[in-house]
């Protein structure tokens, strides 16, 4: 499987910026046939980077949009408005539950317009440091992945990947921690396994699960070598280009493309 590297620009960068980020990123890269790099930027910055990548193998995602395909919703963008311009679409990022109220429902609903439309969401899931310290990480990943992926059918699960983001860990939160390996690896297992029981073996074997959370070019590649991680979703240190460029170096070193 190929590794996936996903930057999360969050919002920061106007489009001037974005595009000279971008061309910066670019200039850098070299023998990435095995690393899907997917970029997500402002929604406001996807057509000019897309016009910019046009032929080259980055990808675009979404941070957000709306589930509905076009109407009276003021102010919001549909994921069939976004098509041409991204390939995948972050779905539950957990600044999107807590701090915009998104609910399972909500993510349910934008999990399967992304699919109608061809785009692979990445739907992140993670539990808080409450649900952690009263035992309830288990129960909060499976019920996120059941609230998440309830509309999606076995054949539309392949084009589905998974970010695990203990929301403890983001950079964003205001104590956060590092994940160890070790919790990293247990909850990964706690997914496959949820995954299986929902879908079946087969149909989830090839399933990419990412993980984030204050990743950076030191512990990237503790993370990346986890059994079952195939890849990163990358906040604050993908806005800094020498940490971006070295986190898909470590990638390279550890997955030996
Ligand atoms: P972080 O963000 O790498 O800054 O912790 C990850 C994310 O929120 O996707």
């Given at each position: 499987m190929k590794t996936y590297l996903v930057g999360n620009w969050k919002m920061n960068f106007n489009i001037g910026e974005s595009s000279v980020y971008l061309h910066q990123i670019l200039k850098q890269l070299r023998n990435f046939s095995d690393l899907e790099l997917i970029i997500a930027p402002s929604t406001l910055a996807l057509q000019p980077l897309a016009l910019q990548l046009s032929r080259r193998r980055v990808r675009l995602a979404a941070q957000n949009f709306y589930f509905k395909d076009f109407g009276a919703y003021t102010g919001e963008t549909s994921i069939s408005q976004l098509r041409g311009l991204v390939d995948y679409a972050l779905v539950?990022?957990?600044?999107?539950?807590?701090?915009?109220?998104?609910?399972?429902?909500?993510?349910?609903?934008?999990?399967?317009?992304?699919?109608?439309?061809?785009?692979?969401?990445?739907?992140?899931?993670?539990?808080?440091?409450?649900?952690?310290?009263?035992?309830?990480?288990t129960d909060t990943i499976r019920d996120q992945l059941l609230g998440g992926l309830s509309d999606v059918s076995s054949e539309q699960l392949s084009k589905v990947l998974i970010a695990y983001e203990p929301v403890w860990a983001i950079s964003s939160t205001s104590t956060p921690k590092i994940a160890t390996p070790e919790q990293v690896s247990e909850v990964i297992e706690i997914i496959r396994k949820e995954l299986k029981a929902l879908y079946g073996a087969s149909a989830t074997k090839n399933i990419p699960i990412l993980f984030g959370g204050s990743v950076n070019p030191v512990n990237a590649g503790a993370y990346l070598t986890i059994p079952g991680v195939n890849g990163l979703l990358v906040g604050g240190s993908s806005l800094i280009l020498d940490q971006f460029i070295d986190i898909i170096e470590v990638a390279k070193r550890v997955h030996s493309w």
């Open positions: 539950g990022h957990s600044e999107r539950r807590f701090l915009f109220k998104e609910t399972d429902k909500d993510i349910r609903q934008k999990t399967a317009a992304a699919l109608r439309h061809n785009i692979s969401p990445i739907l992140c899931i993670g539990e808080t440091a409450d649900q952690r310290t009263f035992g309830e990480t």
